[in-house]
């Protein structure tokens, strides 16, 4: 099981709990605003809001919470203005982690995920140190409910998906980033349930490792998610 996907599931698992503390709507909250910002607040014409939307409604989310968060992201209410910055790190036994983060503040958050990241016995690398190892791919992921990898299959080939990957709850299809939104398009029209879809970096090749390096592996990435600012982690273990 790759990496990313692995960390998927352990995060779906997680939610219950992080919701409980707030964690999963500040980060949903987060997105909401920011794509309600970059192409505008109307679902329809925005699948990245249109998404997000339908991920908070899952995560139980009030509907005013989700009406205030698109009006802090277009400017119809006053809000915290927000970048998108991703970061390099090594965890133990030079894994490589790609950390996406939205921020109302680069220098805390640097200054805060490089003390973090050290406690773990890692380190916070510079542009391009890592990134080498990860391409950017398109990554939905389909609930399999009563579906067949065949029924997949059949329309995410004319739509040109490069992969398929079968878990133990869900399908996930990768795509070219050219071809992304057609592929999500195709699955979104034959009513299937999308958990899940955005551009993510998905390693070039993964490190296995035995059980007792794979745990220090984990609980660096659970550490670092559990950063306010820290919304995706991706890395080059085999879990």
Same mark, same amino acid.
């Given at each position: 099981?790759? #990496?990313?996907?692995?960390? /998927?599931?352990?995060?779906?698992? +997680? !939610?219950?709990?992080? /919701? %409980?503390? #707030?964690?999963? *709507?500040? +980060?949903?909250?987060?997105?909401?605003?920011?794509? !309600?910002?970059?192409? #505008? #607040?109307?679902p329809d014409a925005n699948p990245r809001l249109r998404l997000a939307i339908q991920i908070a409604k899952n995560a139980n989310m009030p509907q005013d919470n989700i009406t205030r968060a698109i009006k802090k992201g277009t400017g119809e209410l006053e809000g915290v203005s927000y970048e998108e910055i991703t970061y390099e790190a090594y965890a133990p036994h030079g894994i490589a982690v790609m950390i996406e983060c939205v921020t109302d503040n680069r220098n805390r958050t640097v200054a805060e995920l490089r003390h973090m990241i050290a406690k773990q016995n890692g380190n916070l690398g510079e542009s391009g140190s890592v990134a080498w190892m990860f391409e950017r791919k398109g990554v939905v992921t389909v609930s399999k409910e009563n579906h067949t990898e065949d029924d997949v299959m059949e329309i995410i080939l004319d739509a040109g998906a490069d992969d398929l990957k079968t878990e133990e709850e869900y399908f996930e299809v990768i795509s070219n980033v050219e071809n992304f939104e057609?592929?999500?398009?195709?699955? @979104?029209? +034959? +009513? *299937?349930?999308?958990?899940?879809?955005?551009?993510? *970096?998905? %390693?070039?090749?993964?490190? @296995?490792?035995? @059980?007792?390096? %794979? !745990?220090d592996v984990m609980r660096f990435l659970e550490v670092v998610e559990e950063h306010d600012d820290v919304q995706n982690l991706y890395s080059n273990a085999d879990l």
């Open positions: 099981m790759s #990496g990313h996907s692995k960390w /998927a599931t352990i995060k779906r698992k +997680k !939610a219950s709990t992080d /919701a %409980a503390r #707030g964690k999963v *709507f500040t +980060k949903i909250i987060k997105e909401i605003s920011i794509s !309600a910002r970059d192409v #505008g #607040g109307n057609k592929v999500r398009k195709a699955i @979104e029209a +034959k +009513k *299937f349930k999308i958990e899940h879809a955005a551009l993510q *970096f998905v %390693a070039k090749d993964l490190i @296995e490792l035995d @059980e007792k390096n %794979a !745990a």
